[in-house]
């Protein structure tokens, strides 16, 4: 004779059950990402008593001259070149990407390496603040030497130094790394009730990031699910490292301030939700 389940357990393994293939169906939606670039054409000092409409501006990444008319109809194929991308921090990620051929951005990789190597048992990591002049040469470091910058223990012996670093490199982007599009619809997401709703729309939202941002906020939220297993040893959870990252990695496209006042509770949230989930969402 089968055994008969009361309602309220079957109605629970069917909930179940659902969600989990709901959560499936979210790992094998992926696309392959396609880095393209705009040109950034800046209009030239030229010589001479006339201007026109047809005169020649240049992509101040690549180079490239081009009438200023036709600078319209050029294809998002801008390749810059390094002689034209002078610093690391405060450009534009995708601009960093093609003109160092790299998936993510180097100060992102190499401090990184540096806190898991030496930094996850810290109490209070990425919480904790770092002595606000050496960040600023750690920053300086990777403008003037790039990947040959030395960050290692013999240089700076306080990791929060290399944690207030590579906050101020995503603090720094002219474009935030969740970007001004997408922003309005990350806090929506943050605001639904249903878990697994919720966890669809963020899965869309990711999709509006161009792919260097959607690497480097991948990369970044496996980094922090990593530090929340050390939890015993940092006291950092994915909460706690919501708090912190919010406003680090996410900036509303408005003015107005109260409104960016009440949005930060959602930003917060909008990250804790990306780091428990980074296993599910990218």
Known sequence: IPLKLPLKLLLYFEKTLTSLVRRANLKENKQIPKYEKV???KVHTFRGPHWCEYCEVKCADCGLN???QCSKMIPNDCKPDLKHVKNVYSYDLTTLMKAHITKRPMVVDICVREIES???????????????DLTEDVKTAF???????????????????I??????????????LTTYEAYPKFIESAKIMDPDEQLETLHEVLKLLPPAHCETLLYLMAHLKRVTLHEKENLMNAENLGIVFGPTLMRSPEQDVMAALNDIRYQRLVVELL????????
């Open 66 to 68: 081009v009438h200023k």
């Open 275 to 282: 780091i428990k989930n980074e296993h599910i969402l990218f």
């Open 143 to 161: 403008d003037g030497d790039g990947e040959k910058a030395d960050i290692s223990v013999n240089m700076y012996e306080d990791i929060n130094i």
């Open 39 to 41: 040109h950034n054409f």
């Open 118 to 132: 030496r930094g996850l048992n810290s109490e209070g990591l990425y919480r904790v603040s770092g002595f606000s």
């Open 163 to 176: 944690t207030g670093a590579l906050k101020l490199y995503f603090r720094d982007l002219s474009i935030p």
